[in-house]
């Protein structure tokens, strides 16, 4: 690798100083510094080198977290490198999916929204609610953190509190995360816990990093490892079958039987069934879709709930509600479905100002007395279908209720409302989240 400076003198790559280097190379992948180590035996200690790989961590999340405190600064940052290379793909937000289970617990409690994001050494999941206040304000509660100890060993673990008493203190129990591809993750509970604090705090926690809780006994005084994942553990099965199938005597399928027979036990003991997550990717708009993404609205009986906007492969946009996606026979129904996601832009026609104005917007009782600048309606969508109303109870008589005409209004701040022809309603979708930040926050934290 050569440069030319000037017309007399030509620079290498190897002329640099080494942290000149280090800068250069933090910019490349994995796979590229693999490819340019093999171009020169020089090169080979510098590739292997702990520097560069703090480089490459500190370019990449250095903003984000404090790469230094992951694992009480005792891991080799080839290894962080690793593990926050696939946390990455956790960090937005995420539905639950599936209905609630029977105990009204489950991992993530009620919420139909998990959000995760960079914590300073770790990565932490919040269950993510509507307020009950009539407010826009979303109900934060951190219950998952993801972490490593300082001998690289990965911690998992979340504060239990499925009794909500008083001063009954927070349980930290550990648990798998599986990644099942980059959307869809499965959240389950290991066999051990990490103890029991009254301060809810995760490192008040007997989580060390020990290996203690590598071996978890089952029975007899005989230790096995928790295998994570349920491939690992069928896997783990079939080879042990097969394997004991081959001892002499009946003494395989007495193994066999009591091998299943522990794994019935550690069924019995969960707190609760394993929990699918699929993320939202396209959880922000963009210019080309600008009702894309994540919104907030106060529906027709002056509660809060969360809508998600999709475009489809055909032009045509739908919004449905986050929360029905819990329900158990919902459907998953849209709120509003339209074939054509064509603007039409102002200055709009008299019809249609007459048509926004005579609209009552459905917002909080505080917001009502407040002037409203930028409610001002700068384009509007024609919606040409709907499966499931807004406000099902004002619908009327109308030959097919499946058809119905309405609107969508995009105001000049970028937020919109939509509304129907057959009712005097306008229901205002704000933003959830910005720039990665929840916005109108109230952290919940029960201890």
């Not at 069934?273 to 396209?282: A, D």
């Not at 709930?305 to 489809?312: C, S």
């Not at 040409?384 to 701040?413: F, M, Q, T």
């Amino acid at each position: 690798m050569a440069m030319n400076c000037s017309e007399n003198s030509t620079f290498t790559f190897s002329d640099f100083p080494e942290d000149v280097q280090m800068c250069i190379l933090s910019f490349l992948t994995p796979s590229d510094i693999s490819a340019f180590s093999c171009t020169s035996k020089s090169f080979v200690s510098l590739c292997r080198n702990g520097v560069l790989w703090y480089a490459m961590c500190d370019r990449r999340w250095g903003k984000k977290t404090h790469i230094k405190k992951w694992g009480d600064g005792k891991i080799s940052f080839k290894l962080l490198y690793n593990t926050l290379s696939e946390y990455e793909d956790l960090i937005g937000f995420w539905r639950r999916s599936g209905g609630i289970s029977g105990d009204g617990g489950g991992i993530s409690g009620d919420a139909p929204l998990v959000f995760f994001e960079w914590g300073v050494s770790c990565v932490t999941a919040s269950r993510i609610s509507p307020s009950k206040d009539g407010s826009y304000d979303v109900i934060k509660s951190p219950f998952l953190w993801m972490s490593l100890s300082g001998d690289g060993q990965v911690l998992n673990y979340l504060k239990f509190d499925k009794d909500k008493k008083p001063n009954s203190g927070v349980e930290l129990i550990q648990v798998n995360v599986s990644f099942m591809g980059k959307g869809h993750v499965v959240l389950e509970e290991s066999n051990w816990n990490c103890g029991t604090t009254s301060g809810g705090s995760p490192n008040a926690a007997n989580v060390s990093g020990k290996k203690e809780y590598d071996n978890v006994g089952v029975g007899g005084g005989s230790s096995e490892v928790e295998i994570g994942s349920p491939p690992d553990r069928m896997m783990s099965e079939m080879y042990q079958y097969f394997a004991n199938r081959r001892s002499p005597g009946a003494s395989g399928d007495r193994a066999w039987r009591r091998q299943r027979r522990r794994e019935k036990e550690r069924q019995a003991r969960r707190k609760w069934e394993p929990e699918h997550l699929v993320k939202i990717v396209n959880c922000s708009p963009s210019p080309s879709r600008p009702l894309q993404g994540l919104w907030k609205g106060i529906c027709d009986d002056m509660s809060l709930d969360f809508y998600l906007v999709a475009y489809d492969d055909i032009g045509g946009v739908a919004c449905r509600r986050v929360g029905d996606s819990l329900k158990p026979f919902s459907g998953y129904a849209p709120v509003f479905w339209t074939s054509n996601a064509t603007f039409v832009d102002s200055p709009l026609s008299h019809e249609e100002d007459y048509i926004y104005y005579t609209r009552m917007h459905l917002r909080p009782v505080a917001e009502v007395e407040e002037e409203i600048n930028d409610y001002s309606p700068s384009r509007i969508m024609y919606i040409n279908s709907s499966y499931d109303l807004v406000i099902p109870e004002l619908a009327g008589s109308s030959a097919n209720p499946r058809h119905v005409e309405g609107r969508i209004w995009e105001y000049v701040d970028g937020t919109f409302g939509f509304g129907y022809l057959r009712n005097n309603f306008i229901v205002d979708l704000k933003h959830i989240a910005q720039d990665g930040r929840l916005l109108e926050t109230a952290e919940l934290c029960s201890g």
